[in-house]
Structure formats: C-alpha cells, structure tokens
C-alpha cells in the first residue's frame, strides 16, 4: 500500500461508506409508496454525510471492502477533500431548496428518489479509490440524473434527455474502454498503482473524450444548454455546480498529470479550454432564457478550468501549483453556479417588490464572482491559475496573459445578461417556503467565505489583495459592463434590433439542418431538432404516432417505482455475485 495512505479509523470508515452509500437506500425505500412522505422530508439531510466526511476524515485514510466486486476502496485525499466539500455543500443546500420548490411539481417522490441516486453515485465516485467502483459510480450518477433531466416530461424536456442520455451512452463507453486498457496495463484497478501504466494515444484521447462530455468541453457541449434549461431548477444546480465536475475529477485520477510531459496534448487541452471559454460567451450573451445563459457561462468556466489541465499535461513540474489551483477554481465555481441557478428559482415565485429587489441583489455576489471582481472567490481562484503561467514554454505566457483578460469580458457579458434577464422576468403565481430562502441564502453565503477558508486560499490571497492584481480584475469587468450597456442603449433607441440568437443546442441544430439541407437521414435517432426545439421557438409540435409511443416509453422513464424496483434487484444480484466469487 502507498505510504501516503493508511487505513481508516472505525468513525472515518463508517463515514466513507456511509456517504455515497445512505442517499441510495433512503432513494430505494422511496419504491414504498406509503412511506414517501415522511422520506420527502427526511431526504433533504442525506447529504450531510457528505458533509461530515469533508470535515472529519484525514487525507489519507482509506477504506477497503476486499469482498465487493474485484476488491472496492473508499479513501480521502486533497483533491476528494475539496470536491466532496462544495459537492456536499451543493447537493445538501439544493435538497433543502427543492423540498419546498418541487412541492407545486407533480411527481416529487420520484424526482428526489433519483435526485438521491445522482447524489450518491456523485459522492461515491469523489471518494472511489479503485477504477470499478469509481465507473459504477460514474455510471450511476449519469443514468439517474437522466430522469432528472426528463422530469417534466413535456416535448422539449423529452428531446434534451435523448440528447443528454446519447452523449452519457457514447462518454460511458469511451471511459470504459480507457479504463480497461491502463488497468490491464497498470496491473492493478487501484488509484495509487496508476502511476505505473505508460500512457498513449489511444487512451489519452478516449480519457478527454469520454470525461470531456461530462465536463462540457468541445464539441460535444451541446447537451448542457439543453438538459440545463429542461431540468427543474435544483436539478440544474447540481447539473452544473457539481456533476459537471465529474468529468474534471476523472482527468484528475486517469490522467498522467505531474507525472510526465505530454506536449501535444497539452497544447491541444489548452487551445480546446480557451476555446470554448469564448464559445460559451459569444453563444450564451445571446439566449433568452436566464438558465440557458448559466448553461452556456458553464461552458466557458469549465473551459478556464481546462486550461489548468493542459497546463499540467504540458508542465509535470508545475503539478503541485496546478492542481489546488483547479480545485479552488472548482469549489469557486461549484459554490457560484448553484447559488444562480437557485436563484432563478427565487426569482420565478410569487414576490413582493421588496423581496424581488433584494434577491436580485443577492445575486450580484455569485454572478461577479464568476466575472473575477475583486474581493469575491471569483478573483482568488483565477489569481491561483495565472500564477501557473509565468513558467510554462513561450509562446504560452504571452498568448494566456493577452487572452484570459479577454474571457473575463465575455464572462462579464453573461452575468450582465443573465441579471438582466431576472430582473425583466414575469413574477410566479406561488409563494416560496422558508426552507426554499434559507437554503438559498445560505448558499450564497457559502460563495462569500468557503474559497477563502481553504488551504489554497492562504498562499494566494495576499496576492489577490494587491492593487496590480485588482486593477487586472477591474478593467475587464468595466469593459464587459460598458459593453452591456451601450446594447441595452442601443435595443430600447432601435425597435427591432437584438443579438445574434442561436438556439440552445448550437452544434447539433446546424447538424440537423444541414443533414435536412442535403437530404439526408437525420444525424441520430435522438429526434428532428427543428420540431422539437418547440419550446424556444413558441411553435407547435407535429409529432408522429411512433413519436408519441417513443415519448410515452420515455416519460415512464422518470417513474421511480419502475426503476427503483430494477435497481435494488440488480444491486441485489451484485452483491450475491460479490459474495461468491472468489
């Protein structure tokens, strides 16, 4: 066994198992019908597991279950710590929210049945240490959040989960077989004998690929503008703050970072981050709905973020920098992202003017955090991954300097856009609960302070304090917010004039028209994204009798009596198997 790790403490390990472990059995008792109710009430505080764990176990200790499956093993480390903080944070907070959210939705047992599945396969694989746990876990977390996306089961949200549950499809099978190869390489299914698989191209690229869905990278982003805005609003706060992040913490454990250098594909991680860091920008200032706007802002950040990967490809030596710079600019994101998606469900409800100028106030602390504004997480996470660039090979350090500037305007325009679009939203028709604004309240608290209480923060927020720093903060967010408003200048002077609007879903809609264009079958089986981009587009639907079967079968889908019933058989026979397999 590595030296680094050791085993766990009996509390640690009641811990390490309990936090993935608890949100699936308390989804299964939800098959109980009778016993919904009090569960729906219950449910909402299965993530303080999570929670504790964060806090209470030491980097380090490790669980191991030699009798499950090929020998499973649970354990703590820095990049687990801080994943599984602002994870649990999310899931704990958005739980609470949607107890009283969901309640004007129909079907709210089923919708926190599988919103407890996402959040245990979730937690699970932060905390897997073995290479099958932590594709069970994976696969887990995707297929229920599927049901997630699909919840209100009307023609556009049944069109943004085929989209969604194709891509999840096509990224499972790229990480399995990865997975498979640098196992059957490597010797070992364990995390810590990783280190020994020589890495090639195959592999590598499969591994960016595969996670790369996950994480919203490109090309294949175009799922998140869609199952985002489908989703209800709590499902697409852990869509984007937390299970978006999975496809990052999967670079993390399979990629050969600080290990040796992979130019190339450094190079390439790079030029893809700064990509679609502008992409999501220059697509999402034009959306006309607030959560298509966090969908695509999500796409941008997340592309930041990339950077720190390719960074990390490129320079091994710069690893032990590079990474607390990804995990701060994670937690940052992950805190930040929620608390405005939460926020658009504060702003669709029945407020008093009062309330509904305060909220929207509130929002500015997340939304100018993800622009980099002085003082907020926003300006410590972003300081900590340009102290990376400095020492990597020219031309990097000139074009990252010059470009990352440039972003921060775009991120600008989008949180410029997104506020604007609250604040013109028609008010709901129903009251929020207690519970619903505490829980919100308290996540935009948690934006304000957590990223300054961790380890990371220390080293680099004195830096993020010095005036040469601001000012590179400032400018960039005052160019972006002048921009803004000489549009919203130029839209009320000129009747008629408006932004460029691409649907939600931009690469698989040109797709689509071209392949009509040139008469050929659609693309994929998935649907005719001229009919069913429905919703955006105010139209109606013609659907054929075969589609109205397909959408039936789909709908069944996010029924939880079905599935829940499926699930404990299957997890009972793997366990059986467990059991006597030698």
Not at 42 to 70: H, K, M, Q, R, S
Not at 421 to 444: D, E, F, M, N
Request: one cysteine or more; hydrophobic letters at 55%; proline letters at 6%.
């Amino acid at each position: 066994m590595n030296p680094l790790i050791s085993p766990a403490t009996t509390f640690e390990g009641t811990l390490l198992l309990t936090t993935p472990l608890l949100p699936v059995l308390m989804a299964i008792f939800f098959i109980i019908p009778a016993w919904r109710s009090k569960l729906l009430i219950i449910a909402p505080f299965t993530g303080l597991a999570g929670l504790l764990a964060a806090l209470l176990v030491e980097p380090g200790a490790t669980l191991d279950l030699p009798w499950n499956l090929l020998g499973t093993r649970l354990g703590m480390d820095a990049t687990a710590q801080t994943f599984l903080l602002f994870t649990a944070l999310l899931w704990l907070l958005a739980g609470f929210f949607s107890y009283g959210y969901m309640a004007q939705y129909e079907h709210q047992p089923d919708f926190t049945a599988f919103y407890l599945l996402s959040m245990g396969g979730n937690f699970g694989l932060i905390l897997s240490q073995d290479i099958v746990s932590f594709y069970l876990f994976f696969a887990l977390m995707s297929f229920a959040s599927y049901a997630l996306v699909i919840h209100n089961r009307d023609a556009f949200s049944i069109y943004a989960g085929r989209v969604y549950i194709l891509l999840v499809i096509v990224g499972e099978l790229m990480v399995f077989t990865a997975f498979i190869m640098i196992s059957t390489q490597a010797g070992t299914i364990y995390l810590d004998g990783m280190s020994a698989w020589s890495s090639n191209s195959l592999s590598i690229g499969l591994l960016l690929l595969g996670f790369g869905i996950k994480a919203g990278a490109l090309p294949l982003h175009f799922w998140l503008p869609l199952a985002h805005p489908a989703a209800p609003v709590p499902a697409s706060a852990v869509l984007s703050g937390a299970m978006i992040k999975a496809g990052l913490i999967g670079w993390l454990r399979f990629l050969p970072l600080g290990s040796y250098s992979l130019p190339e594909w450094g190079m390439l991680v790079i030029m893809s981050g700064l990509a679609a860091a502008f992409y999501g920008a220059f697509i999402g200032i034009g959306q006309s709905n607030p959560k298509t706007v966090l969908a695509y802002s999500s796409i941008s950040q997340m592309g930041l973020i990339t950077i720190g990967v390719g960074i990390g490809l490129i320079e091994p030596n710069l690893w032990s920098v590079t990474l607390p710079a990804i995990l701060l600019y994670a937690l940052h994101h992950g805190l930040a992202k929620g608390a405005l998606f939460l926020g658009v469900g504060i702003s669709t409800a029945r407020l008093s003017g009062k309330a509904r100028k305060w909220s929207t106030t509130a929002m500015f602390l997340p939304a100018l955090a993800l622009a980099g504004a002085p003082l907020t997480s926003g300006i410590l996470a972003k300081s900590a991954l340009k102290a990376t660039i400095p020492s990597l090979p020219n031309p990097w350090p000139g074009w990252l300097d010059s470009l990352l500037p440039l972003a921060a305007i775009g991120t600008t325009l989008l949180m410029a856009r997104f506020l604007y679009l609250i604040w013109h939203q028609a008010p709901g028709k129903k009251p929020l609960q207690v519970s619903t604004w505490i829980s919100w309240i308290l996540l935009v608290i948690c934006v304000a302070f957590i990223a300054w209480t961790t380890p990371a923060a220390a080293e680099y927020s004195d830096y993020s304090l010095k005036l040469s720093t601001i000012w590179l903060a400032v400018w960039p967010i005052g160019i972006g917010l002048l921009i803004a408003f000489i549009s919203v200048y130029i839209s009320v002077r000129r009747a008629g004039w408006r932004l460029i609007n691409i649907p939600p879903g931009d690469v698989l809609v040109l797709l689509e028209w071209t392949s009509k264009k040139i008469s050929l079958p659609p693309i994929s089986h998935i649907s005719m994204v001229g009919d069913q981009i429905i919703t955006y587009l105010g139209g109606a639907a013609h659907t054929s009798k075969s589609t109205q079967i397909i959408f039936k079968i789909e709908r069944r889908l996010a029924d939880f009596t079905i599935i829940g019933v499926l699930l404990l058989l299957t997890a009972l026979v793997i366990f059986g198997l467990s059991l006597v397999t030698p």
